[in-house]
C-alpha cells in the first residue's frame, strides 16, 4: 500500500474515533443538570455510571449525595460520602453532605462534628447558612437552647429572608420563655410570609401568655 494511502486511512481512523469519544461524551446525561431541574433519581443513575468509569471523580460523588439527600436516602448519602471522604478527597463539600446525612439520621454528636469541620474549611461556603440552620436544629434536639439560638441567628445572617428559620428561632426563645424575643422573631417571619401557619400560632402562643 503506498504511503500516502496509509497517511489517509489512518487520519480516518483517528477522525472516526474521534467522532465516536464525542458522541458518546454528548450522550451521557449531565448529573448536575439533572440535579438542579429537580431530576433527583436520574441524576443518582448518571452519577453512579460516571463512578463506574471513574472512581476518583469527586464532582459525580459529590452531585450523587445532593441527590440521594434529596431522595431522602439519608443512609446511602451517608455510605457514598463516606466513601468519598476517605478513598478520594475530603472535600467541603462533602464534608457538609456528611453533616446533613448524620442530622436526618439523628446522629446528633457526628452532625455537629462535621457542621462544625465544614464551617472551618468552608467558611463562606453556599451552604453556610443551612449549615448554621441544621447546626440550631441539632442544639434544639439536645436541649442547647443558647447554642441554638446563636446558631440560628448566625444562619439569618446569610438569609435574613427565610420566614421558615425565623419560625424556628422564635419556637427556640419560646422554650426558654423569651417572650418578647419570640414575639420579635414570629413577628419577623409574618413580615415575610403573612400566610405561615407555625409563625401565626407561635405568635398567638406568644400573645395569650404575656397578656395573662
Given at each position: ?87 478520594v478527597r475530603r472535600d467541603p463539600r462533602i464534608v ?17 462534628e462535621r457542621f462544625r469541620d465544614y464551617i472551618n474549611l468552608l467558611p463562606d ?88
Amino acid at each position: 500500500m503506498p504511503a500516502t494511502t496509509s497517511l489517509r486511512a489512518f487520519a480516518a481512523c483517528v477522525v472516526l474515533a474521534f467522532a465516536a469519544q464525542s458522541a458518546g461524551a454528548q450522550s451521557r446525561p449531565d448529573a448536575l443538570k439533572l440535579y438542579q431541574a429537580g431530576r433527583f433519581e436520574e441524576a443518582r443513575t448518571a452519577c453512579l455510571a460516571e463512578i463506574s468509569t471513574n472512581p476518583n471523580n469527586i464532582e459525580s460523588y459529590v452531585v450523587l449525595v445532593w441527590s440521594l439527600l434529596s431522595l431522602e436516602r439519608y443512609n446511602d448519602a451517608e455510605l457514598y460520602a463516606t466513601r468519598a471522604y476517605t478513598t478520594v478527597r475530603r472535600d467541603p463539600r462533602i464534608v457538609e453532605t456528611l453533616g446533613e446525612a448524620a442530622y436526618y439520621l439523628g446522629k446528633n454528636d457526628l452532625a455537629l462534628e462535621r457542621f462544625r469541620d465544614y464551617i472551618n474549611l468552608l467558611p463562606d461556603g453556599a451552604r453556610i447558612g443551612t449549615v448554621y440552620y441544621l447546626t440550631g436544629e441539632t442544639y434544639l434536639r439536645q436541649v442547647m437552647y443558647e447554642h441554638a439560638d446563636i446558631a440560628m441567628r448566625t444562619a439569618l445572617q446569610y438569609e435574613p429572608n427565610n420566614a421558615r428559620w425565623w419560625t424556628r428561632l422564635g419556637y427556640i426563645r419560646e422554650r426558654t420563655s423569651l417572650w418578647s424575643y419570640a414575639l420579635e422573631a414570629y413577628t419577623a417571619a409574618l413580615a415575610i410570609n403573612p400566610g405561615l401557619v407555625d409563625a401565626q400560632s407561635g405568635k398567638a402562643r406568644v400573645l395569650a401568655r404575656t397578656s395573662r
